[in-house]
C-alpha cells in the first residue's frame, strides 16, 4: 500500500493502490467500494477521472456495471507504480532500522 505511505489513507490513493496491487483484473464500482471503503458516490467521481487520464481503463460492461482495470501500458501508470515501488522500499528499509534499533544486543 505504498501510494498510501505517501499521500494517507484519502479517497485518491486508496483506489490507485487498490488497482495497482490489483492490476490483473478488472472490478465494478461496487467491487471497489466493498474493497477499499470508498463510497460508491465518490467512486462515481474519481473512477472517471482516472479513465480520463489513462491510468485506468474500461474493459467492459457485465449487465450494467462497468469495469475497471489498471492501465499499466500508460506512461503515467508506470510513473505510479515506480513511486509506489519506491514508497515500500523506503518504507521497509525504515521499519528495518526501526527493528533493529530496538531489539537488545545479545551478549
Do not use: C
Not at 21 to 45: A, C, H, M, P
Request: hydrophobic share 40%; glycine share 6%.
Amino acid at each position: 500500500m505504498s501510494i498510501i505511505h505517501i499521500f494517507g489513507g484519502k479517497p485518491i490513493p486508496k483506489v490507485l493502490d487498490f488497482f495497482r496491487v490489483n492490476s490483473f483484473w478488472d472490478y465494478s464500482l461496487r467491487d471497489v467500494s466493498k474493497e477499499t471503503g470508498i463510497s460508491y458516490r465518490s467512486l462515481q467521481e474519481i473512477i472517471p477521472r482516472f479513465v480520463e487520464a489513462g491510468i485506468l481503463v474500461q474493459t467492459r460492461t457485465e449487465g450494467k456495471a462497468k469495469m475497471y482495470k489498471f492501465n499499466s501500458e500508460n506512461r503515467l501508470s508506470e510513473q505510479i507504480q515506480d513511486i509506489a515501488i519506491e514508497s515500500d522500499l523506503q518504507f521497509g528499509e525504515a521499519l528495518a532500522k526501526k527493528e533493529t534499533l530496538e531489539k537488545p544486543i545479545p551478549l
